[in-house]
């Protein structure tokens, strides 16, 4: 049996800021564009999912400790900034300062996401 799940936009976000991406497919529009600043832009709901597979496959390999410090949303658009630490076999293999912003439509479905990453450590 299949029960609709229902997240407002900002829940949505954090979701995917915090690598929680299988809470956030069903938000995702077909034509749904990721563009990662510097990295790669990634157009449409297949190629983000299979983006966020590759990314979930990391973040099971290693302890992740995501902490968000801002979350704002104004009308259809959220934005975060925080920052991650990934771990493994207690050494800090990165550190990394990222904001995100999301960009909704009328009907809360996930249109953009723009993704600044910044490798501290």
């Known amino acids: 049996m299949h029960f609709e799940t229902t997240f407002t936009p900002k829940q949505v976000a954090e979701f995917f800021s915090t690598g ?5 497919y069903q938000f995702l ?3 749904v564009e990721w563009n990662i600043v ?3 832009v990634l157009v449409g709901k297949k190629a983000v999912m299979d983006e966020c597979r590759l990314t ?3 973040f099971e390999s290693v302890t992740t400790n995501f902490k968000l410090l801002n979350v704002i949303q104004e009308e259809n ?3 975060i900034n925080g920052t991650a630490e990934f771990i493994r076999d207690n050494k800090l293999l990165s550190y990394i300062a990222a904001s995100d ?3 909704f439509d009328d009907q809360n479905m996930l249109k953009r996401i723009d ?6 450590q």
């Open 56 to 58: 979930s496959n990391y």
């Open 115 to 120: 993704s600044y990453c910044i490798k501290i």
């Open 38 to 40: 510097g990295d790669k």
């Open 101 to 103: 912003i999301y960009s």
């Open 20 to 24: 929680k991406f299988n809470h956030t």
């Open 29 to 31: 529009d077909k034509n």
């Open 77 to 79: 658009y959220v934005v």
